[in-house]
């Protein structure tokens, strides 16, 4: 198996000097779904994840993905018509309700016992 230290390392320039000390309250993530001010959302998926997918799948298959603050990203769609295990966590019901509604799939809601307003959304993705 590889070490951590034998993945190649990320070079691309990106805002995140700017960024790396932010935080931002759960009330201004949800506004900016609101207000849909959603820049960060990438129509084709983020760049530097489809530049470093090969190795980042290493040829394997059924992969357990994370993606924190998922929003509506195109990337777990791909993943999961892979074959892939794809786990989103999102804030903004909304952004997953759009990315349900964007790649026509079907979805189950189910409340979370024991944490106030917390919902799961399911999606089987079913493999030609």
Known sequence: ???????????????IGQQQDRVVTEEEWLQKWKTRQIGFHKEQGHPILRKYLDVLLN??????I?????GKAVEMKW???MGHYVVGVEL???????F??????????ETIPG??????????FVLA
């Open 66 to 70: 994370f993606f924190p603050l998922c």
């Open 1 to 15: 198996m590889e070490s951590f230290t034998d993945v190649p390392r990320i070079k691309e320039s990106s805002d």
């Open 59 to 64: 040829g394997r298959n059924g992969l357990r």
């Open 79 to 81: 993943l999961g018509d």
């Open 92 to 98: 903004s019901e909304c952004a997953l309700k759009e």
């Open 115 to 124: 944490i106030s307003g917390a919902k799961v959304f399911k999606v089987c």
């Open 100 to 109: 349900f509604t964007e790649h026509d799939l079907s979805y189950s809601e």
